[in-house]
């Protein structure tokens, strides 16, 4: 069983930036993908970004060029970025762990994010 934990979410102003942190209880089985996805209530969860084990990076339309996903293996940890938010930003961010071979994923606990002014 892996553990996520997530951190960094907040209050911000439109146009400020954020950085969402999540660090993987133990090491992750490779190739695997680690990812950010959000929610608002009444929508399904919807991908933000993810980043691959081989570093293939996949973002979703809305934040490109905004959002900037990382990760850090000896930590394994991944970040997301956030620059130039906007209150459409606003929601639940999830950090997500997906091991390829064995298809198996886990879901950190979520972390509030509110762009508001």
């Known amino acids: 069983q892996v553990r996520l934990v997530e951190s960094g979410g907040g209050l911000v102003q439109p146009g400020g930036s954020l950085r969402l942190s999540c660090a993987a209880s133990?090491?992750?089985?490779?190739?695997?993908?680690m990812g950010w996805y959000r929610q608002t209530p009444g929508k399904q969860r919807e991908l933000v970004a993810t980043m691959s084990s081989g570093g293939i990076t996949d973002y979703a339309d809305s934040v490109k060029g905004r959002f900037t996903i990382s990760r850090d293996d000896a930590k394994n940890t991944v970040y997301l970025q956030m620059n130039s938010l906007k209150p459409e930003d606003t929601a639940v961010y999830y950090c997500?762990?997906?091991?390829?071979?064995?298809?198996?994923?886990?879901w950190g606990q979520g972390t509030q994010v509110t762009v508001s002014s």
């Open positions: 133990k090491s992750i089985f490779r190739p695997n993908v």
């Open positions: 997500n762990v997906r091991m390829v071979v064995a298809n198996t994923y886990y």
